[in-house]
């Protein structure tokens, strides 16, 4: 009978080999397919941003075929609807009793990995629809209530120019995503690298290695991933320190408008466990906290309008307080 141990063996095995997948189609980008790894072991979703022509589509498209998911892409434009994701009521009739009913017809949101493309260029009225999706994995429509496909994972992409015709998102919606990455260009050999195995007529087939029970079982294993006490206090004193009416902080009192809420401590504390898990270890280090701080708090700490004139992001808030807070004795 396989053991518990031999059988986590063979699902870090296979995460490794997913990335390896990805990466026949993706070149580099080691970070940003780390955290969405990351966040997919965690149960929440991605916001992606980065220029046009960074391969943020083909990226998420990509990670759909190396899984055994459903996947969906829905392209956000200003006229679509909430009725355009989730679903509508369509009239039927029943051709024995001559009884007309209304049905539910779901909507491309009811799929394992969905695609919300260019989530910014759709009115707030049409990104709230996916609210509830996002944090209670459930849809309502006309007081009935629909349970989503599960493992869920919504990767939206936006990209930080040509901000004309564009709606930002607001603060509850930005907080449902685990996860704010950020793609920067690739190096100069990767883009090299891109443009010759993008430019042929060599096609490149991706194999599906993880499926829906599996990946289900992985985010279950890092709920159990442990972090000693210490470290969890550590977590709540950099959110709290966030928050400019309660910090020590001169730096954040100068710089941020509003801190981080409780939700990202959760975020930390779950990511952290997520990384370590995909590095092989079932225990939280101070590294992995370290590493998911930025992902995690760069859209839940608001910089005030000095900030926003002087180019001063959230990563710096990040950076400033892994810097000066103090840190817990490492356990011998």
């Not at 498209?61 to 899984?67: D, H, N, R």
């Not at 496909?149 to 990209?159: E, G, S, V």
């Not at 040509?162 to 050999?189: C, S, V, W």
Request: aromatic fraction near 6%; proline fraction near 5%.
């Amino acid at each position: 009978m396989e053991t518990t141990e031999t059988k986590v063996k063979e699902l870090l095995v296979k995460l490794s080999q997913l990335k390896d997948e990805i990466q026949k189609i993706i070149v580099g980008q080691d970070a940003v397919l780390d955290e969405i790894i990351v966040a997919l072991l965690a149960g929440g979703h991605c916001l992606l941003e980065g220029v046009p022509g960074l391969a943020k589509t083909l990226m998420v498209k990509t990670m759909s075929q190396a899984l055994h998911l459903s996947f969906r892409r829905i392209q956000f434009t200003p006229d679509l609807m909430p009725t355009d994701i989730i679903g509508t009521e369509i009239l039927e009739e029943d051709h024995v009793t001559g009884k007309r009913f209304f049905k539910f017809n779901k909507g491309p949101l009811f799929a394992n990995i969905i695609l919300a493309d260019e989530i910014n260029r759709t009115p707030p009225k049409t990104q709230s629809a996916l609210l509830e999706a996002m944090q209670e994995f459930e849809v309502t429509y006309g007081g009935q209530t629909y349970p989503l496909d599960r493992p869920f994972f919504i990767l939206a992409t936006q990209n930080p120019i040509e901000q004309a015709g564009t709606y930002p998102l607001p603060e509850a919606q930005l907080d449902r995503f685990l996860l704010y990455i950020k793609i920067d260009y690739p190096t100069a050999q990767e883009e090299i690298q891109v443009l010759s195995s993008t430019t042929g007529s060599k096609k490149v087939a991706i194999q599906p290695i993880l499926g829906a029970a599996e990946i289900q079982e992985l985010q279950r294993l890092v709920r159990e991933v442990s972090i000693n006490d210490d470290l969890v206090q550590y977590v709540s004193n950099i959110v709290r320190a966030t928050r400019p009416d309660t910090t020590d902080s001169a730096f954040v009192k100068e710089w941020v408008r509003w801190g981080a809420g409780t939700r990202a401590g959760q975020s930390l504390i779950l990511t952290s466990k997520a990384r370590a898990l995909c590095k092989g270890r079932y225990a939280v280090l101070m590294e992995d906290i370290h590493a998911m701080a930025y992902p995690v708090l760069r859209h839940r700490v608001l910089m005030n309008f000095k900030a926003d004139a002087e180019n001063v992001i959230a990563d710096k808030v990040t950076e400033e307080l892994i810097k000066t807070l103090k840190r817990p004795k490492p356990i011998n």
